[in-house]
């Protein structure tokens, strides 16, 4: 995997120097609606192509599904997800909060998983079966086991507004019986944090695969939970995302399934 991870660091790097010079620089002209509550920025393309360009001149055979570029032309068995700016709300606001992920599966599997913050300069990474790092330091999912002393966090499904009722419901349930809840606009920095233990769990009710492919390897190698909230295995695809040590997950499934089912 070390060949793997120099080009995907490479291409993470370079990308986050290019948003990290532009943050707090946009101009109007800069932002363009995709949809309600959805914007994309020249500088989310820019840094895609940043990203797609150091992958298709080191594996030229592999596959690439991005945000904003949809998926390349090539066949094989290898497929990078890429994120270039996750976050880019809180870019375009002037928040310091957002991050690069890309993740490489082989035959529909995770086996390599990025997720950088550039102002931070943390980057979080893991391949199947050899652990998860923040930086060079090994991390590992909270220890907390009961939801009482848990700390979570969440999305809202501002491009999902039929489940916002569900939200509601079971955002009214989680939050008294937790010790707090943050919603910070990054669904691959929050897979990130649970991965280190910073948070307890993260939830969120509608993420596309390029927000959480990385995190999940990464969540998983440092010893936690994945799955939708029906308890499967995550999709390339739109899906629900749950996110936890072992000991919360299947506390959090109970509470959080029954209301999206």
Same mark, same amino acid.
């Given at each position: 995997m070390e060949p793997i991870f120099k080009i995907a660091w490479r291409a993470a790097h370079e990308a986050g120097d290019l948003i990290k010079r532009n943050f707090q620089n946009l101009q109007n002209i800069d932002i363009q609606s995709k949809g309600k509550n959805d914007f994309v920025t020249r500088v989310d393309r820019e840094a895609e192509g940043i990203i797609t360009k150091v992958i298709a001149s080191n594996f030229p055979d592999h596959q690439v599904l991005a945000e904003e570029g949809g998926l390349s032309t090539q066949k094989g068995e290898y497929l990078w997800v890429v994120d270039p700016l996750d976050?880019?709300?809180?870019?375009?606001?002037?928040? %310091?909060?957002?991050?690069?992920?890309?993740?490489?599966?082989?035959?529909?599997q995770v086996i390599f998983g990025l997720i950088y913050d550039p102002l931070l300069r943390e980057c979080f990474h893991a391949a199947s079966g050899?652990?998860?790092?923040?930086?060079?330091?090994?991390?590992?999912?909270?220890?907390?086991?009961?939801?009482?002393?848990?700390?979570?966090?969440?999305?809202?499904?501002?491009?999902?507004?039929?489940?916002?009722? %569900?939200?509601?419901?079971?955002?009214?349930?989680?939050?008294?019986?937790?010790?707090?809840?943050?919603?910070?606009?990054?669904?691959?920095?929050?897979?990130?944090?649970?991965?280190?233990?910073?948070?307890?769990?993260?939830?969120?009710?509608?993420?596309?695969?390029?927000d959480f492919m990385a995190g999940k390897l990464i969540v998983e190698e440092a010893g936690g939970t994945t799955s939708d909230f029906s308890g499967k295995e995550l999709p390339v695809q739109t899906s629900s995302v749950l996110a936890a040590n072992r000991c919360l997950h299947p506390t959090l499934l109970d509470l959080i399934g029954p209301h999206f089912n």
């Open positions: 976050g880019t709300t809180n870019f375009i606001q002037g928040i %310091p909060h957002f991050a690069v992920a890309l993740a490489l599966m082989k035959n529909e050899q652990g998860a790092f923040l930086n060079d330091a090994p991390i590992v999912v909270s220890a907390i086991k009961q939801m009482g002393s848990a700390f979570g966090a969440t999305g809202f499904p501002f491009k999902a507004p039929h489940l916002l009722t %569900p939200y509601t419901d079971v955002f009214k349930i989680l939050l008294p019986q937790c010790q707090d809840l943050r919603r910070c606009g990054s669904a691959a920095l929050d897979l990130a944090y649970v991965a280190c233990g910073r948070y307890d769990f993260f939830w969120e009710s509608h993420l596309l695969p390029w």
